[in-house]
Every structure is written in structure tokens, then in C-alpha cells.
């Protein structure tokens, strides 16, 4: 049973006695929806972004991107059971449309890394939030988020990097496709 609940004869005295712990607060409980939302949009970003990879071909990037899709929608749920958790209603909102086409594979890379910096910006954004309005449960929670980013950052940077280096070789975007697939 959840700390601070108690039920009676079948009954949830929480429910009669009022909220069970402390809501998250307005200001709060908005960033981390946008958050939320974020995070679906980062997902329907790979997901665009995979299917470009499929299109030319290169199926080991799609797949990565498929793998960071999956990834994004994880984030997107841990923050809804965290409001969940808290006793607060999450509120879904329209899902930006994500690009649909890249120049090249580097082109699709940088804006994948691009995400990742504004996704950091958010995140960080958020703990400072947590930190002044004194949501201490909630600066906890980040502190994962926080940390995923960083390892994300340099995970997608360092792709960008490589395709930076192979440049216009065929050769070698087909064996970073492959050590992808
Ligand atoms: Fe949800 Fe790529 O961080």
C-alpha cells in the first residue's frame, strides 16, 4: 500500500480525509506535461527519421533510429506514472509534426543531435523549476533525465562526428550503416 494510505473496513480513509501527499504544483505539473509532450515528439522525430533511412536504403541507421524511438516513448512514460504517482492529472496535447525529409545521412544526424541539445535545455530547465519552487520529489526524479542526456548527447555526437569523417565515401557510410544493423 502506498505510504500514507490506510483503508478501513474496505474503506479508503485517503480519499475521505483528502489528497494522499502533497500535489506537484501548478507551474510544475505544466513543465513536466510539456515535457511529456516533448518526449512523444522526440520519439515521432526518430520514428520520421527511420523511415528516411529506410528509404535510401541504409537500414542499420533506420534501425537505430527505430531503437531511439522506443527510447523516447520510455521517457514519455516514465514522466505520465511519475504524475501518475504524485496524484496529478496528466494532460495529453497535440504531437508537433515531425520533419519528414534530410539532405543527406549527417544532415539527419545534426538534427537528431540538435534535439537531443534542446531536449538537455528542457530537462535542465526542469530541475531548475523543481529547485525553486522546492518539489524536492521532483528534483529527484530529474536527476535520471538529466544524466540520459548527457550519455544520449554524446551518443548521438559521436555518430555525427563519424559521418563528419567518411564524408562523401560510400564506403564508409555503408560500414556505419552496417556496424548499425
Ligand atoms: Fe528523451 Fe533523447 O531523450
Redesign the pocket.
Known amino acids: 500500500m502506498t505510504v500514507g494510505m490506510s483503508i478501513q473496513d474496505g474503506v479508503d480513509v485517503a480519499n475521505i480525509e483528502g489528497k494522499v501527499m502533497a500535489a506537484i504544483n501548478d507551474k510544475v505539473l505544466d513543465a513536466l506535461n510539456q515535457q511529456l509532450n516533448?518526449?512523444f515528439h522526440?520519439a515521432f522525430h526518430y520514428l520520421a527519421m527511420e523511415s528516411y533511412f529506410q528509404s535510401i536504403h541504409l537500414k542499420g541507421f533506420g534501425k537505430w533510429m527505430r531503437d531511439?524511438y522506443k527510447?523516447?516513448r520510455v521517457?514519455?512514460l516514465k514522466i505520465l506514472d511519475y504524475i501518475n504517482d504524485r496524484g496529478c492529472r496528466v494532460k495529453l496535447a497535440h504531437i508537433e509534426e515531425p520533419p519528414q525529409e534530410w539532405e543527406s545521412p549527417l544532415e539527419a544526424f545534426e538534427d537528431a543531435y540538435r534535439?537531443?541539445q534542446d531536449?538537455?535545455g528542457l530537462i535542465n530547465g526542469l530541475v531548475d523549476l523543481s529547485q525553486s519552487e522546492r518539489d524536492h520529489a521532483t528534483h529527484l526524479f530529474l536527476q535520471w533525465?538529466v544524466q540520459?542526456?548527457v550519455e544520449?548527447e554524446a551518443m548521438v555526437g559521436s555518430i555525427v562526428e563519424k559521418l563528419r569523417l567518411v564524408g562523401n565515401d560510400p564506403y564508409g557510410l555503408f560500414l556505419l550503416d552496417r556496424d548499425r544493423g
Open positions: 516533448c518526449e522526440s531511439q527510447e523516447e521517457h514519455a534535439q537531443e531536449s538537455s533525465f540520459n542526456q544520449e
